[in-house]
């Protein structure tokens, strides 16, 4: 247990639910709990509560989740919406990402950031793990704006950035593939915008988080080289060790996080083994700025009708 303990990631003794945390800053085991459509609302309540505050939630022995159920779980959540580009939807809002298929996320990112409203949370699903690798790492972004330096966290303040599912993604793979190359030419095929503040202020907690990751562009109003050099600087404080943790999955388990103050790693260390997850994804609402204004679509121009429950 860690009630009482000085960790931003300890447990909250007002939150009744059996939590392990993974990690100092982030993560946290939940046990006990089975889940499912016909969660009473209490304990959906609490699960909202624990997510706020240990960011990403880990559930073991989850088998008897099913596509069908595991949708239906999100609903309990939220309004689950469909990917605006991704190839493979399996259902009316789940995303699958095989390996087989180009389905790897070894790239730091926050889900969809390209778009104004990216999700609020993700529920991730383990369907096929390989017996050794295909871990995930998550870092919290909210740890890694309070812990920079003063100066830093002024500037920061003040920046917006623009992301565009069309980024390099080529060079974050040390292997390139026909399907991989097929995968990333569907991803692109209509290319999408936003223009966010760096930091956002998340609307249940309050807390100030960066909004970065792989889908990011540019800086607004600086040249590609100051962007670049300024992004690294900023990106290096959310993926300091100490702000993550890293899962091992086995088959049956389930991962949520809070899309709005995290970012996550898909591990590509298990070389031809197949690896299959599935997930939902939760509507979200545009981020707000510290002063009050609003991210905004750049392009295209009229987002397309995206299926939310």
Known sequence: MTEGINLPNATDPTIPLRLRPVAGRIGAVVEGVSLSAALDQVTVDQLRRALSRHKVLFFRDQQHLDDTAHQALGRRFGAPTTHPTAPAQVGDFLLELDSKHGGKSNVWHTD????????????????????????????????????????????????????????????NQTEQD???????????????????????????????????????????????????????TFQAHVTRLENTCRWAW????????????????????????????????????????????????????????????
Do not use: C
Not at 196 to 207: A, F, S
Not at 265 to 274: E, F, H, L, V, W
Not at 278 to 299: C, W
């Open 112 to 171: 969809l950031t390209f778009v104004t409203s990216y999700p609020a949370a993700s529920i991730l699903r383990a369907v096929t793990i390989p017996p050794v690798g295909g871990d995930t790492v998550w870092a919290n972004t909210v740890e890694a704006y309070a812990r920079m330096p003063a100066p830093l966290r002024a500037l920061a303040d003040t920046l917006w950035a623009v992301h565009s599912n069309d980024y390099d993604y080529a060079a």
């Open 178 to 232: 026909a399907d991989t190359d097929a995968y990333q030419a569907e991803f692109v095929s209509t290319v999408y915008e936003a223009e966010h503040p760096l930091v956002r202020v998340h609307p249940l907690t309050g807390e100030r988080a960066l909004v970065l990751g792989a889908f990011f562009k540019r800086f607004v109003g600086l040249g590609s080289s100051e962007s670049r050099r300024l992004f690294d």
């Open 250 to 309: 086995r088959e049956g388990d389930i991962a949520m996080w809070d899309n709005q103050a995290t970012q996550h790693y898909a591990i590509d260390d298990y070389g031809d083994q197949r690896r299959i997850v599935r997930r939902v994804t939760i509507h979200g609402e545009p981020p707000v700025s510290v002063d009050g204004r609003t991210s905004r679509q750049l392009s295209p121009a009229r987002l397309p009708d995206l299926k939310v429950a």
